[in-house]
């Protein structure tokens, strides 16, 4: 599934704040960004490089609804790995408000809750597991929390599962050559590191049946240390 339209929402907790931020992303984001932003130094939004930010106004007609400053981030670069604008503004609500209202009527479509998050996955910015651990960094409150949520964001297992996947590919590829000659009694595999291949696989998936066990215990104990005080 491909998304292709361009979604905006608010990206800081929601209610008054000193800032808040608004993010933009999609095929478009970077046009519709550019239709409602004036740089205070006359600079063409769409024309500026990614990952620069920019001071200037949002503008509705002859309306100015708010001085902020706007970050550009292009393509395979941006969080969702489609053109991404976010927008710091100031953090009433009004203002939140009208250029939320602004940018849906020059064309965005209201992200769904973790539509950004999901773009990223399916764009290839990150994986399913790393996915997942996005809402557990999120909610993370304390150091034990914070850093399973890190590991998992950062590949953790992932990047050990695709090497171990890579090297069992390779042996089974091997196995397959030795079949078509079986007649020729040839060895192509090794036995010894196709055993400590899989002695290895067995370590990795413990390691993380106990690492899953040990999550989901923090996370209870989270949800119910919550309860107690609501």
């Not at 000193?18 to 519709?32: E, K, L, N």
């Not at 996955?121 to 996915?131: C, E, I, T, V, Y």
Request: include cysteine.
């Amino acid at each position: 599934m491909i998304l292709q339209d361009t979604i905006v929402a608010l990206a800081s907790p929601s209610g008054a704040g000193a800032i808040a931020v608004i993010r933009i992303s999609g095929d478009q984001a970077i046009t519709i960004a550019a239709s409602v932003f004036q740089s205070v130094s006359g600079k063409d939004l769409s024309k500026q490089k990614t990952h620069t930010l920019h001071l200037g106004h949002i503008i509705d007609g002859e309306k100015v609804i708010d001085q902020v400053l706007v970050s550009i981030f292009k393509g395979t670069q941006s969080y969702t790995g489609e053109n991404t604008i976010e927008i710091s503004c100031h953090g009433s609500t009004y203002i939140q408000q009208q250029i939320i209202q602004l940018l849906l009527r020059k064309g965005c479509r209201m992200a769904n809750p973790g539509e950004f998050t999901l773009r990223s996955f399916l764009n290839g910015k990150m994986d399913l597991s790393q996915a997942e651990a996005v809402a557990d960094l999120i909610s993370s409150d304390n150091e034990a929390s914070h850093q399973i949520a890190m590991q998992q964001m950062r590949g953790g297992f992932s990047n050990e599962i695709a090497k171990l996947r890579e090297e069992l590919l390779n042996f089974a590829s091997l196995i397959e050559l030795e079949l078509d000659f079986a007649e020729e009694d040839v060895e192509f595999a090794d036995r010894t590191q196709f055993n400590e291949l899989l002695n290895r696989i067995e370590f990795v998936l413990k390691r993380l049946i106990d690492s899953f066990a040990v999550g989901n215990v923090i996370k209870k104990r989270n949800t119910c240390s919550h309860s107690w005080r609501t």
